[in-house]
């Protein structure tokens, strides 16, 4: 709404038009399928406005939402602990909870220590801008996850880009940089929009030869790659080689909040010069006890759960393929269903969220113009009777929408 006392349109009200232009574009066309509130949640089903929907649109990869040992615990941190704390982590907010989740992590990866903060994005933010200085640098691919992307923004050192898993232009880029300048490598394991994996091992190669920190964000990653769900450097058989191994606690963990593990140094210096962790209060018991349960539960049915989720991803990046989709260079749980253009994204979206599949295009800006998409994450939850079904909606609403 244009406020009367700014009578000419201004640079804050324009993009509020812009913003407000496209969503009514979405609305006039039935396809604006953002924000739907989910009233019930029964394994890989949803209630929304009354219809049950197959759950296409998750990051609950092993299907951890409703696990009756994470739901207990954080119903026992409440009775013991309450709903929130006295505050930062630094002064009065940690709890013995608190401790016990990043000694969890630190386990779980097999490192020295662990921070937690209240969200993955949070984490990127702090902990980038944190590390990064006047005078460093930061080389971030250019398929990285937004939060990363604000992390390099916010950082006082230099901000550098290499092509999507480009290794030689990751290595001109760390040629530019000054041989005595700090240089973190930043990337995520798998990518968020796609669905491919990063090469670490050429990755770690580079970063030593030039004598760089790597980070890499796990968050699509975590419960998903490796036999034991440890993520990339289980995939790759590399213990050990990512110097900050950062995580969400909202997609594979059925919480909120994300993490950094990593060496000694590293953590105690984040717990005192972060600002996202220094100035943000702590993660409230519930969330943090429901987060311990997550890791031992991944600890004790990771294996398992793992082998269902990539039978299921197999069987449902065949079927599409089979049914003539273009799913890009996916191999892993998140699966676009490329459609190139905007109108047909939100046709075929229609059509899916009408006969019974919960599923969301991806339009610009989150990625580049002429690249939309639905984007499919297929978890552990589903059955195969479940994506044989999704697989008929998908080719039905493809056929109308003239993907297929
Ligand atoms: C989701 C995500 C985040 C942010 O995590 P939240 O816990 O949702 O704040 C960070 N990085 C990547 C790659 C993500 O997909």
């Known amino acids: 709404m244009l406020r009367e006392n700014i009578p000419v349109r201004d640079g804050l009200q324009w993009k509020i038009d812009a913003m407000l232009d496209r969503i009514e574009w979405a609305k006039a066309g039935e396809a604006y399928y953002y924000q739907q509130a989910i009233s019930e949640i029964d394994g890989a089903w949803v209630v929304t406005n009354g219809q049950r929907k197959l759950m296409f649109a998750t990051y609950s990869y ?38 016990q989740l990043e000694e969890t992590i630190a386990r779980f990866h097999n490192r020295d220590a662990a921070i937690v903060f209240s969200s993955g994005y949070v984490t990127n933010l702090a902990t980038i801008s944190t590390l990064v200085g006047k005078g460093d640098w930061v080389i971030s691919d250019k398929w990285n996850h937004a939060s990363i992307v604000d992390g390099c923004v916010l950082a006082r050192g230099k901000f550098v880009r290499f092509r999507h898993n480009d290794m030689e ?112 209060a702590a993660l ?48 892993t749980p998140i699966v676009p269903i490329m459609t190139y253009d905007d109108d047909r994204a939100m046709q075929m979206t229609r059509y899916c969220q009408e006969h019974g599949v919960f599923v969301l295009p991806v339009l610009p800006p989150a990625v580049p113009h002429g690249t939309s998409r639905l984007r499919a994450n297929v978890t552990a939850a589903h059955t195969i009777e479940d994506i044989d079904f999704a697989l008929d909606v998908f080719e039905a609403a493809g056929k109308e929408a003239g993907v297929i």
Not at 84 to 93: P, Y
Not at 288 to 301: D, K, P, Q, R, S
Not at 322 to 328: I, M, Y
């Open 62 to 99: 092993l299907g951890l939402l409703e696990h009756p040992k994470i739901k207990q615990a954080a119903q026992e941190a409440i009775v013991k602990y309450g709903t929130g704390t006295h505050g930062v982590r630094l002064l009065g907010g940690t709890l013995d909870i608190h401790l």
């Open 169 to 280: 232009d990751l290595e001109r880029r760390l040629q530019q940089a000054p041989p005595d300048a700090g240089k973190l490598v930043v990337a995520d394991a798998v990518f968020s929009m796609d669905g491919d994996i990063f090469p670490l091992p050429e990755a770690v190669e580079l970063c030593r030869r030039y004598n760089a920190r790597l980070m890499i964000d796990e968050a699509h990653s975590l419960g998903v790659l490796g036999e034991t769900g440890r993520g990339i450097e289980e995939y790759y058989g590399m213990e050990g080689v990512i110097d900050v191994k950062m995580g969400t606690l909202s997609k594979t963990i059925p919480a909120v909040g994300g993490y950094i593990a990593g060496d000694e140094d590293l953590i105690l210096y984040l717990k005192h010069a972060a600002r996202g962790f220094v100035f943000s």
């Open 284 to 331: 409230p018991p519930p969330v943090t006890a429901a987060c311990i349960a997550g890791f031992e539960v991944i600890e004790t049915e990771g294996v398992e759960r793992n082998h269902v989720l990539r039978r299921n991803v197999e069987h449902f990046l065949t079927g599409l393929k089979e049914r003539g989709f273009d799913t890009g260079v996916s191999v």
